[in-house]
DNA sequence: ATATTAACCAAACGGTCGTTTGTTTAGCAA
DNA sequence: TTGCTAAACAAACGACCGTTTGGTTAATAT
């Protein structure tokens, strides 16, 4: 069930929320056949309501798209930020190998929140775009981090390793099917390819 | 030929032939915009003619969407190829590489053909996205041969090793600049992250 | 008990969608 | 010139689109 929970107003609400479910509903089809292709009925209809019920709870399409992605961000950067507090570990290799099998186990582990966020970005609203893309840029910020911290022999070399680990990772959607290895064991082959290979 | 050909299926066209120009527009639109939010009247105002004129050409949208795929496939394949065959190069890690910058100076040189193929697939469709499916892994298996022909301390490396070339290579449409390094250049350093660092 | 209002329904608005149908124009062959 | 046909135009079809409007229901605060 779901969605952002809010800490600031932490307002319980007064009734029955259902802005959960349209949220839901909308991340699932977003994730499944994308922004242009969902219709609001067809959101309407997956959180059992009518089309015009949903604009009770959010003013526009995009605006659901808004929430998604800021909710699909704040879910992957949480789980990744868990898995680096949770390790005492400060070699830098296996930081950002947590941190990536963090990332993937949450994109590739069945959540359509984030991974709407890998989606393609409307291209006729510059201004949505922009939203959504610094969204993703504050979220990679992380990665920046971890990487600069690597103890590379040319340190030049970290933009490209960096943009290596995400894009590997983040293309891992096109192909990864949920019977195969898991996601950390991939984020684990993944860093192993890029270390060289000390015994 | 002595005989009079009847009607001879691979005629030249006799006339002006405004067939390319109505392919090229869908391949531009479904590159800028996808494929869900582009509407036969845009393809059709970008070729210069009527919505309805789009159906002498192509029978449906669909159509046009796997006649683009298609070409897109035809083209990185050629360029890929060619880069190939134009080395006399035989060393197993040169040859990768050479296939990585044509493959990426083909997706991040502009053409809008070859990135449609990097594009989400419409999820409604099933059989097309079948169809499509198998035209990029039947271009794809070049890469694997390549990967297959390294010299691997771990040859059970192979697939993840690949798994990363191609993540990061395809990934690359999302960050990539054309005002950036050189997209050969760009596939040089992602090769020069995966070899490790033998002198 | 009453007033308030969160949450939804019911029905439509104008616009756009992919596609079809019938008609016209222009280059070639006879 | 006449006939043929490739290649387009012109106009509409029903379906669906995002969104708006006004009314209804039921839980809550007073």
Redesign the interface.
Known sequence: MTTAAKHAPARPKRRNNRQGAVLDAAAARFR???Y??TSMRDIAADAGMLPGSLYYHYPAKNALLVAVHEEGVRRIAAAVDHALAGIPELEPWRRLEAALAAHMETLLGGGDYSLVVL??L???DSALRARLVRLRDGYEARFKTLCRALPL??PD?EP??R??????????R??YRPGGKAPAE?AR??I???K??PP
Chains 1, 2 share one sequence.
Do not use: K
Request: aromatic share 12%; no cysteine; charged share 10%.
């Open positions: 499944q056949h994308g242009a292709a989606r393609d409307p291209a006729d022999t040319d070399a490209w390793l943009m290596m680990i995400l894009g590997a990772a983040n293309w891992a096109v192909w991939v082959q993944f192993s390819q890029l060289g290979a």
